[in-house]
T-cell receptor, first 116, second 112 residues
Framework: AQKITQTQPGMFVQEKEAVTLDCTYDTSDQSYGLFWYKQPSSGEMIFLIYQGSYDEQNATEGRYSLNFQKARKSANLVISASQLGDSAMYFCAMREGSEYGNKLVFGAGTILRVKS | EAQVTQNPRYLITVTGKKLTVTCSQNMNHEYMSWYRQDPGLGLRQIYYSMNVEVTDKGDVPEGYKVSRKEKRNFPLILESPSPNQTSLYFC???????????FGPGTRLTVT
């Protein structure tokens, strides 16, 4: 079974609107972490946000927030007030295990296109 | 400037010809890792290293070797490349795996 599932291959959003990118995960560990990375068309990988499984509050970084629903095993990325520069591929990823768990598993990604 | 560098950025080679992709970071990070990116599969971890002389397999280590003799360098070695290793390769480093890693610019490898 896939550990990280991103069900939306592609999404469109109007500039200045909010958009949610879906991510569900599968793990039996109690300690894990979830990441979102952005990959623009130029190809570089850019870290956006991180949520630990024991973090009580949803992570936020500027216009990015992670909607963490532990019981549903979902970690959706919410981008508020979309900008044209948000057009990119977005990857959800998970690390498992204890403090020393150092493997990272990525989802297949979601392509986001922001329309003007 | 804090950065992760990879060389070469582009490489076309033939089956069976040994090659090395270098990765270097100037941030004194302990954790380094290699990933390959293929369409529809996202990124998959090949190997990672938690410190000098400490390396471990990721999800797709077959056909690859790594070494970590110095903290700043983490080369990826393909001893006998095959066409199924044609991919985009990323090196990354961080204090540890989380909260974030810094990625290199990527190396696009084609094996014919």
């Amino acid at each position: 079974a896939q550990k990280i599932t991103q069900t939306q291959p592609g999404m469109f959003v109007q500039e200045k609107e909010a958009v949610t990118l879906d991510c569900t995960y599968d793990t039996s560990d109690q300690s894990y972490g979830l990441f979102w990375y952005k990959q623009p068309s130029s190809g570089e990988m850019i870290f956006l946000i991180y949520q630990g499984s024991y973090d009580e509050q949803n992570a936020t970084e500027g216009r990015y927030s992670l909607n963490f629903q532990k019981a549903r095993k979902s970690a959706n990325l919410v981008i508020s007030a979309s900008q044209l520069g948000d057009s990119a591929m977005y990857f959800c990823a998970m690390r498992e295990g204890s403090e020393y768990g150092n493997k990272l598993v990525f989802g297949a990604g979601t392509i986001l296109r922001v329309k003007s | 400037e804090a950065q992760v560098t990879q060389n070469p950025r582009y490489l076309i080679t033939v089956t069976g010809k040994k090659l090395t992709v270098t990765c270097s970071q100037n941030m004194n990070h302990e954790y380094m890792s290699w990933y390959r990116q293929d369409p529809g599969l996202g990124l998959r971890q090949i190997y990672y290293s938690m410190n000098v002389e400490v390396t471990d397999k990721g999800d797709v280590p077959e056909g690859y070797k790594v070494s970590r003799k110095e903290k700043r360098n983490f080369p990826l070695i393909l001893e006998s490349p095959s066409p199924n290793q044609t991919s985009l390769y990323f090196c990354a480093s961080g204090e540890r795996l989380w909260p974030e890693q810094y990625f290199g610019p990527g190396t696009r490898l084609t094996v014919t």
